[in-house]
């Protein structure tokens, strides 16, 4: 039994590599990769494209399916190793890291949303142009989460854009490191779980 789930926590290991290769080319389009790259597409966008059929992982410029897709790889090999490592599993183990891994993700993002807005921070300072194609992009990242970061702070008071960046980073990084103590703490808890 070990034996297998050493080979099935290889295979998935290997597998989320592939799945994160195929995510980082995505980022470089107008490369052209020859028949590597088609061969890459069909092992992994089979996966990829049943994450993305819902419709709720997808929300503007965003598209959170290849993240989620990563987050249950990532659950399928920890069972795996720990399987392998322990020869059996409880459903405490189970549980804690279900919620390692959601908020594996959710930590991940809240990091993403930290560096976009702290770029946005720094272009309005140093005066960029903010018209190029890589700061519209920053702009329609950050804009969605500034408005709801600065609606749910101050509700329907107006405050200088630069006062709302640097709040908005700061509730961004108070959440990642409460949630991370609390998800660490509950985490401690639910792994001690008898059964």
Same mark, same amino acid.
């Given at each position: 039994? *070990? @034996?297998?789930?050493?080979?099935?926590?290889?295979?998935? $290991?290997?597998?989320?590599?592939? %799945? =994160? %290769?195929? @995510?980082?080319?995505?980022?470089?389009?107008?490369?052209?990769?020859? *028949?590597?790259?088609?061969?890459?597409?069909?092992?992994?966008?089979?996966?990829?494209?049943?994450?993305?059929?819902?419709?709720?992982?997808?929300?503007?410029?965003?598209?959170?399916?290849?993240?989620?897709?990563?987050?249950?790889?990532?659950?399928?090999?920890?069972?795996?190793?720990?399987?392998?490592?322990? $020869?059996?599993?409880? @459903?405490? +183990?189970?549980?804690?890291?279900?919620?390692?891994?959601?908020?594996?993700?959710?930590?991940?993002?809240?990091?993403?949303? @930290?560096?976009?807005?702290?770029?946005?921070?720094?272009?309005?300072?140093?005066?960029?142009?903010?018209?190029?194609?890589?700061? *519209?992009?920053?702009?329609?990242?950050?804009?969605?989460?500034?408005?709801?970061?600065?609606?749910?702070?101050?509700?329907?008071?107006?405050?200088?854009?630069?006062? $709302?960046?640097?709040?908005?980073?700061? =509730?961004?990084? +108070?959440?990642?490191?409460?949630?991370?103590?609390?998800?660490?703490?509950?985490?401690?808890? +639910?792994?001690?779980?008898?059964?």
């Amino acid at each position: 039994m *070990q @034996i297998i789930m050493n080979i099935l926590a290889g295979l998935t $290991g290997v597998y989320m590599l592939l %799945i =994160f %290769i195929r @995510i980082m080319l995505t980022w470089f389009s107008g490369a052209n990769y020859g *028949q590597p790259m088609e061969i890459l597409c069909r092992i992994t966008d089979p996966y990829l494209d049943w994450f993305r059929r819902f419709s709720v992982l997808r929300t503007g410029v965003f598209d959170l399916s290849p993240i989620v897709a990563m987050a249950v790889l990532s659950l399928g090999h920890n069972i795996f190793m720990t399987m392998a490592r322990y $020869g059996g599993i409880s @459903i405490g +183990v189970i549980a804690a890291m279900i919620l390692s891994s959601i908020w594996s993700a959710v930590s991940f993002i809240l990091g993403f949303f @930290i560096i976009v807005l702290g770029l946005r921070l720094i272009a309005y300072l140093t005066n960029r142009n903010v018209y190029s194609g890589f700061w *519209q992009v920053i702009d329609a990242i950050a804009k969605p989460v500034l408005y709801r970061i600065n609606r749910l702070l101050f509700q329907r008071r107006l405050v200088h854009y630069q006062t $709302g960046i640097l709040v908005s980073i700061g =509730f961004l990084s +108070v959440a990642m490191v409460l949630g991370g103590f609390l998800v660490h703490e509950a985490v401690s808890l +639910v792994q001690k779980l008898p059964i």
